[in-house]
């Protein structure tokens, strides 16, 4: 190879590494913002300074408006980085947990989300174009999820797989609106009777409970 090819390899490798550096300090940053904004929405509510998301992040002002122009593409960005991480919880805990539990498991993770969405939901409702997408989002993500979950737990005898999963998902969704000081453990008492009832069905018909 002569020594101009060389050149412009080795200078293309340098371009290509320089370029995935940069994008992987653009992702932290905006994965910091994120995590930032989350903390700060759920202290101070959606309409909380931005600056204040800043300085919680450790970037200057420019950064959060460069990565999201709008308040409420920030929104949309803390919503979206929930609904990917309860979702990618779903399969870390199938790997690791019999099917049984690790449906038992999420649908209590799931309850979490629900309480940080409703710390968004004036902001999801508020009919920005912006929000007009999550909907979809959230049904095109969580569905499977939860699925694949009943599916395995249906598979392994250890619930009645009757159910649709987002029947489960919104009444899940509903019942996590209780507040009060025994809020918390409500929600956790009643997520708990519903995987009894979806354990009962495969018991009366002869699953692994029978």
């Not at 709008?70 to 870390?92: I, M, N, Q, S, T």
Request: hydrophobic residues 45%; charged residues 25%.
């Amino acid at each position: 190879m002569s020594r101009e090819k060389t050149a412009t390899t080795e200078g293309a490798k340098s371009s290509a590494t320089k370029e995935k550096k940069l994008r992987a300090d653009a992702q932290r940053s905006t994965d910091a913002l994120l995590e930032a904004a989350k903390r700060v929405f759920a202290a101070s509510g959606v309409d909380a300074p931005v600056r204040e998301v800043a300085d919680v992040a450790g970037v200057g002002i420019g950064t959060v408006y460069r990565n999201f122009p709008k308040r409420a593409d920030l929104v949309a960005g803390v919503f979206r980085r929930e609904v990917d991480a309860c979702v990618a919880e779903a399969v870390a805990l199938s790997d690791v947990h019999p099917p049984i539990e690790a449906l038992s498991l999420w649908l209590h993770r799931y309850t979490q989300f629900i309480a940080t969405k409703k710390g968004l939901a004036s902001a999801l409702h508020s009919g920005d174009p912006a929000f007009a997408a999550l909907p979809n989002y959230f049904r095109e993500n969580f569905e499977p999820a939860l699925a694949a979950l009943l599916d395995r737990a249906t598979e392994a005898r250890d619930i009645d797989g009757d159910v649709a999963p987002y029947d489960l998902l919104r009444a899940i969704g509903n019942l996590s609106v209780a507040s009060g000081d025994d809020g918390v453990d409500h929600i956790r008492r009643m997520v708990d009777l519903f995987i009894k009832g979806l354990r009962y069905g495969a018991e009366v018909s002869g699953g692994h409970g029978a």
